[in-house]
């Protein structure tokens, strides 16, 4: 089909004026935690599951979720702390999938800080690890079990790194975790009160290197 | 999780903007745009091995269609029926827009020209409004609208072409709403 000026002229006032309407963050969170059951499923699946005629979808992802759970104990890790790894790395891979890597896109560390502090309730340490081969790319504000954290975002080469860091408070975290995932590696550690996550696809060796880094050059 | 399966997975959620901006402009609500969507994802897992490979946006977009399509119907809202009168909408109609300068003083009435401009679309049949989304706002191609619609290139061509002049006719009447 031909398209006139006309046509066009109506294509550009449409796609500059109507409305797009973007999908909203809560539910990209149900799609996205739907799409790829955690053990955090059965809990949040009652709300989606009020649409009767999915009681057999839900039954069946019910199994898949008691088998992925099944298969993740052998692991030897607690519950609560393979809940937290799969959280951690569901904010990474979305963080790369839906292009929202950073609320504050900056290289420079007093920029990033203050601008997280502001948003949250704690001030994370912020390093710039450029001069290492590590440079910050920037901060967002993320949520991680049932709390606003700050997640600092660094690159090696052409991965990306996502730390994760919120106050301890009385909680105890456990011991340090050192995980691989579905192709991705995890470390977490705490100093001075807070807990710090690092996912990446980066290797292991490389990761260690940046938690060193990290540990010896946060300002704490 | 295999890794064909975290693929789909993956490839699913990057179609998620879309998905929403035609579930929310079929059903012209938020909440039940939303359920649409969520309600449609379950269909793409539950049926995904019915997914041929290539291209999954057309795919993707056919689910939700048929899901919202599924509630409007239910909900009686046959707009859809509504009788399309060719000599009446097909009129060739001067654009009023066009000639907006981009001064300040015409902001307010750029304001004006969007919601005029959305209820416009918003008031056109269903059939005739998705065509105009996934051409324009999508920019999809017309194989591809045919795929979403179930229906062939050529009928794809002749509803895009009266949703246009349908279109042209509502923003020309109603210059100010």
């Keep these: 089909m031909m398209e006139n000026r006309e046509d066009s002229e109506l294509a550009a006032l449409i796609k500059h004026k109507a409305d797009y309407f973007e999908a909203p963050q809560d539910l990209r969170g149900r799609v996205s935690r739907m799409l790829t059951p955690t053990p955090v499923v059965p809990e949040r699946a009652s709300r989606w599951l009020v649409w009767r005629q999915w009681w057999g979808v839900g039954a069946a992802f019910a199994m898949g979720v008691m088998l992925s759970v099944a298969v993740t104990s052998l692991r030897g890790l607690p519950a609560s702390q393979d809940r937290l790894i799969e959280q951690v790395l569901d904010s990474h891979v979305r963080s790369l999938m839906v292009a929202h890597l950073s609320d504050i896109a900056s290289s420079d560390q007093h920029t990033v800080k203050p601008w997280l502090s502001s948003h949250l309730d704690f001030s994370p340490p912020v390093a710039d690890l450029a001069s290492a081969g590590f440079p910050l790319l920037g901060g967002r504000m993320d949520y991680l079990e049932g709390r606003a954290v700050a997640a600092l975002v660094y690159q090696r080469h052409l991965h990306t790194i996502n730390v994760f860091v919120w106050p301890l408070r009385d909680k105890p975290s456990g011991a340090p975790v050192s995980a691989t995932r579905r192709g991705f590696n995890l470390k977490s550690w705490d100093k001075n009160g807070m807990q710090f996550w690092a996912v990446s696809d980066i290797q292991s060796a490389e990761l260690d290197k940046f938690e060193t880094l990290l540990r010896e050059q946060s300002g704490l | ?177």
């Excluded at chain 2, 091995?49 to 048929?66: A, H, T, Y």
């Excluded at chain 2, 918003?122 to 045919?146: C, G, K, Q, T, W």
Aim: glycine share 4%; hydrophobic share 40%; proline share 2%.
């Design chain 2, 1 to 177: 999780m295999t890794e064909q399966a975290q693929q789909f997975e993956a490839v699913a959620l990057s179609y998620l903007n879309a998905a929403y901006n035609l579930a929310r402009w079929l059903v012209r609500d938020e909440q039940v745009a939303q359920d649409m969507v969520q309600e449609a994802y379950l269909r793409a897992l539950k049926y995904r091995e019915s997914f041929r490979g290539g291209d999954m946006r057309p795919w993707l977009l056919g689910i939700v269609r048929n899901t919202c399509y599924t509630w409007l119907q239910q909900s009686k809202q046959r707009e859809d029926q509504v009788e399309f009168d060719e000599e009446r909408d097909s009129e060739n109609c001067e654009l009023i827009f066009g000639q907006t300068e981009s001064n300040p003083e015409t902001l307010a009435m750029r304001k004006q020209e969007s919601l005029h401009l959305n209820q416009s679309i918003n008031a056109l049949p269903a059939v005739f409004r998705e065509v105009l989304i996934l051409r324009e706002l999508e920019e999809l191609s017309y194989d591809d609208i045919a795929v979403v619609a179930a229906i062939p290139v050529g009928t794809v061509m002749s509803r895009l072409s009266r949703a246009r002049a349908m279109l042209r006719a509502a923003l020309q009447r109603g210059e100010i709403v």
